[in-house]
């Protein structure tokens, strides 16, 4: 079962946005939070609270038990630019950007997709097998 929270709009850069979310990409939703607990970063006290929200979803959807859930997916979408004058000697001004993000957290309950690699690798070697006998 998955479990969604969105934030759009937020009020900080998407490539700063994105260095916090590469940390706790994958993992259980309680070392995330501790990640994001002590990481001294404006970005993860967003993605944090945002975190919070899809753990609150999950368990409104009734999961067994959320905080044994991973983070399947997250990413920080770049949104909408904000422009601002600055006004500079000379009658110059120059122009502040202010970007704004999307952020989306998706979180499941399925096992890894480690405990399947081993069943492919077998699949694998059987039609390697199976093609060296044909030729």
Do not use: W, Y
């Not at 850069?13 to 501790?34: D, E, T, Y």
């Not at 970007?99 to 694998?124: F, G, M, R, W």
């Amino acid at each position: 079962m998955e479990a969604v929270a969105k934030a759009r709009h937020i009020r900080m850069s998407p490539q700063k946005g994105r260095l916090v979310a590469n940390m706790v990409r994958g993992q259980k939703v309680s070392a995330a939070l501790g990640i994001l607990h002590f990481t001294p970063k404006k970005p993860a006290r967003i993605i944090e609270k945002i975190l919070k929200s899809a753990l609150a979803n999950a368990e409104e959807k009734n999961v067994a038990d959320p905080e044994d859930m991973t983070i399947e997916t997250i990413f920080v979408d770049r949104g909408p630019v904000i422009k601002r004058m600055l006004p500079r000697a000379r009658g110059r001004a120059d122009v502040l950007r202010k970007p704004l993000s999307h952020i989306t957290v998706v979180l499941t309950d399925k096992k890894p997709a480690d405990e399947k690699k081993p069943e492919a690798a077998a699949e694998t070697g059987a039609k390697k097998a199976a093609n060296k006998g044909k030729k």
